[in-house]
């Protein structure tokens, strides 16, 4: 009867998830963390204990579980000892979570002062019921709120003999800087995807799972770092599977996007194939995948060939390393970061749909070639320095703009498709002697060039004119004085334009230019029903008189006042 009873029992007792049934009991059994462990528990074997601990690192690498360990070290029956004997009443209860002078606190449940006073302060200076010490383990202690530090501040860096606090948080920069100063701290670190692996496979064997190698490694990598997540996710798949746990298996239930897809996708952007990654579009569209999902799958894939093409990523295989080997690693730095902003686009947008597929089109620019645009600087800038006129970026094409107009004098430069003659017209290339000694054409490839290099000076200057003198300087005439004065400040550099197109040095003299015959019988000619008040001086505020000696122009007032 006691055998049936057994196995009854065994058949109605409620499962324990993997994550509970192989958390660490002792130091050892620690995966991941080896100094922190090394370090506690030399400091409990070595008598040189702190009053408070304080546990940070990101969620499930074992901040809760290291507290419960200290706990145990300190109020088991043979200690304080490092290493617990697990059998005792106090490590029973303490594992539990009962024991009556370990209190676990969760602080995102009890941020108000009043509870702190009751739970903590009130209760600090009372002995311990049955053990060594009295132990308060506040989980996220970044909820508390800025009153409830306030209270505990005091207690904490001075509290009884018999006490010991130990405060765990996923958010350190949350907590004052008073609460983290009284405290030793611990960093726990995310655990490396080998150790991820290697405890997986462990637990595989201990459960009888059988799991095929390429799942582990994908399970280890959805954890990101967290042992409890992985040893959760082990528990779902096999679950799931109800037998062998494949790849595919567990690819499926994490929702993970098939490798065609994903390698499709990937292949049509890195070929700059809008059809090809439309296609890819539609058939993600078609099949009800999350958009968010795949762009993260797609980042991954992408970061893997990054760190492929720097050199320090495992190996890829098959069409992954083929599409990688062409491309610079700033191409794939440029891919994921273009993911990284359409992810953030998504969060935000009422059209998640087209905010996705814009991501993925813009994804086709040419703009991380960086490799090409860097030579083409470097080229430019040795153009520059050297004093050769640089080329044009648009020589490449055949297509040009024309140069405009100089004061109505000059000759226009008209488009052409030969690069040769494009070349000698802006500059690209040293002028023909034919044309070496025409100013207006040596003025007129100045300005392109000047729109290039200098587009704040070119402005100024395109409505000035140049007359070319036999001897002494060119004269440059502006309509205003602003923009001859503008233009002053960039005489040398207009000056070495001219020169280099001319093929001889150039001087330049920058004057004011009278209007033409159209414009002042234009300005001389007033409005009707307005008349012409720039002559009163003494009618004209002094302040719009500093204005007509800057830019020019007139001041007109109504013929007939206006009526009241």
Known sequence: MSRLSDV??????????LARKYRPQTFEDLVGQDAIATTLRNAIESGQTAHAYLFFGPRGVGKTTTARIVAKSFNCKSGPTPKPCL????????AAGTAIDVL??????????????????ETVSLAPSRDRSKVFIIDEAHMLSMSSFNALLKTLEEPPPHVVFILATTELAKLPATIVSRCQRFRFRPIPRTVLSAHLE???????????PAAIDLLARAAAGGLRDAVSLLDQAAAYADGPVTAAKVAELMGTLPEELLGGMVGAILAKNARDLSTWIGRAAEEGYDSGQLLRDLRERLERMYLFRLGVGEALKGKWAQWAT??????????????????????????????????????????YDLGDLVERLEELERRLSSGTPPASPSAESGVFAKARPVGGQGEELPARSSAASTQSAIGAAPPAPACANSPQRAWAAALVRLRETKPSLAVCLEESRLEPVEEGPWKLSFRQTFNRDRAKTGASAIEAEISASAGHPVRLSFELGEKSEQERKAGSAPEEGWI??????????????????????????PAKPPKP
Request: charged share 30%.
């Open 202 to 212: 462990r637990l595989a064997k201990l459960e009888k799972i059988e799991i095929e």
């Open 8 to 17: 009854i029992s065994m058949k109605n007792a409620p499962h324990l998830g």
């Open 104 to 121: 676990e606190l969760d602080a995102a449940s009890n941020t108000q002062v009043d509870k702190i006073r009751e739970m903590i302060i």
């Open 532 to 557: 012409d008040a720039s002559s009163s001086e003494n009618s004209v505020d002094p302040g719009v008189q500093k204005v007509l000696g800057v830019f020019g122009g007139k001041v007109r007032r």
């Open 87 to 94: 059998k005792c009443s106090s490590c029973e209860e303490i």
């Open 326 to 367: 062409p491309h610079s690693p700033e191409t794939f730095s440029f891919l994921i970061q273009r993911i990284n902003r359409t992810l953030e686009e998504l969060r935000t947008t009422d059209s998640p749909q087209i905010a996705f597929e814009l991501g993925l089109y813009g994804m086709l620019e040419s703009a």
